[in-house]
């Protein structure tokens, strides 16, 4: 590989969709907006560090500046510009802030657009706890689920038309003259969309994941009983998939009781349904029964923050989005505008989401590294306010001084 005009390497996929990383790749990142440049200040030096310390100085990440957001309105004269998106796609390996996703009006999600343009269909979220974070559950080193959630269908399409609007009048007056559907009067509309194709390749990659770490189960997670053609469906192609590409890897849970008296048999990876409902039942109070959930697309969006809510919160909620030819990794929460620029907030879930990068860059012991410092950092009662007003004797540091806490407990 050549070096680029940008001073690294172009990271590239192989046949079987696995990044081949030179070492010195260029990686793409975007600060965010609200709180995501203090994030990114706190968050980049980790990087470096573990980078560093894992390989002696004979790997180093090239970083891209990628413009969306706030600033990328202000100085590019567009929210997502063009060029952000190729130079994703040229790069394969993102990572960025948060985005400020206007409610009721304006342009959608930036997050949802930047998903959709680069086809990013897999949300992935890990979800495990760090001894000493303050949980609303009596055993929260329970959790350790990993959500796969899909990213570009369901009511994220986007496709909906406001109350009154001509579009929504007139479809539901195609809804009630061909198929008797009957409307209240000046009901906004939306649309659901849940295709085999898009279903199966999520199902796919979260079952590839379970038999690649050697995990137990894989759930599909809906609500069937009530949306029998979407969230049904979406629960009948993820069992055809497990059947038609890993049948010799996995038997169904329903299989393991009938066959085999209730136990697994050997080698084998269960694969389970529960209603959504139940599911919010079943991750508090039995969440060592689950390690890999798969589910659409707003079923996701609610589990991963409810389930992060038992280890700490989105602070330390890391975050990806991966497809067949990029993967961008984000803090999952919000912008928190009214913290911007006081180096206050948890940079945990932009930590934890660069650990996700790394392991994807398969830079697995620098990942390591930073892993267990956080958890020492964090063991050592040294947090951000968003955690320490609930611990006591917690030593309370800002943002950058937990990056560089973490940074001092690489081993």
């Avoid at 007139?170 to 898009?198: H, M, N, R, T, W």
């Avoid at 949306?227 to 469906?233: D, L, N, P, V």
């Avoid at 694969?271 to 029964?289: G, H």
């Avoid at 930073?370 to 006591?392: H, N, P």
Wanted: glycine content about 10%.
């Amino acid at each position: 590989m050549k070096e680029t005009e940008f001073g690294g390497q172009w990271i590239t996929l192989d046949a079987r969709g696995k990044a081949d990383v030179p070492t010195n790749p260029n990686v793409g990142f975007i600060q965010g907006d609200g709180t995501g440049p203090d994030i990114w200040a706190a968050a980049r030096p980790v990087f470096e560090a573990a980078v560093l310390r894992a390989y002696s100085g004979e790997r180093k990440i090239h970083w891209l500046e990628l413009f969306a957001g706030e600033r990328a309105a202000r100085e590019k004269g567009a929210a997502l510009p063009q060029e952000t998106i190729e130079m994703i796609r040229k790069s394969v390996v993102a990572i960025k802030g948060p985005l400020t996703t206007p409610v009721g009006t304006g342009l959608r999600s930036l997050n949802v657009l930047l998903r959709q343009r680069l086809d990013l269909y897999a949300c992935i979220r890990p979800v495990s706890y760090f001894a000493g974070i303050p949980s609303p559950v009596r055993h929260p080193e329970k959790v350790n689920m990993i959500i796969f959630r899909e990213n570009t269908e369901d009511v994220y399409a986007g496709i909906e038309w406001e109350s009154g609007s001509e579009e929504a009048n007139k479809l539901a007056k195609i809804l009630q003259e061909d198929f008797k559907v009957s409307l209240p009067a000046g009901a906004g509309i939306g649309i659901k969309p849940i295709s085999p194709g898009a279903t199966k390749r999520l199902v796919r990659r979260a079952i590839a994941y379970a038999i690649e770490r050697g995990l137990p189960s894989v759930t599909l997670v809906h609500k069937g009983n009530i949306m029998k053609f979407t969230e049904g469906a979406f629960r009948k192609w993820g069992y055809e998939l497990a059947q038609e590409e890993f049948g010799d890897r996995t038997i169904t849970e329903a299989d393991v009781q009938l066959r085999f008296g209730g136990r697994t048999p050997e080698g084998k990876i269960v694969i389970k349904e529960r209603i959504t409902d139940s599911m919010f039942q079943q991750v508090l109070l039995r969440p060592e029964e689950y390690s890999v959930i798969a589910t659409s697309n707003l079923n996701g969006d609610y589990l991963s923050d409810a389930i992060a809510a038992q280890v700490g919160g989105l602070g330390m909620a890391p975050g990806a989005n991966i497809g067949d030819n990029a993967a961008v990794f984000e803090a999952t929460h919000g912008t928190a505008p009214k913290y911007a620029g006081l180096d206050k907030v948890n940079p945990g879930s932009m930590i934890l989401s660069g650990v996700m990068m790394l392991e994807y860059m398969g830079w697995t012991e620098a990942a390591e590294l930073i892993r267990q410092a956080l958890g020492r950092t964090i063991k050592e009662r040294i947090v951000t306010y968003d955690l320490a007003r609930q611990m006591s004797g917690a030593k309370e540091v800002k943002c950058s001084e937990f990056g560089q806490h973490v940074i001092a407990f690489m081993a």
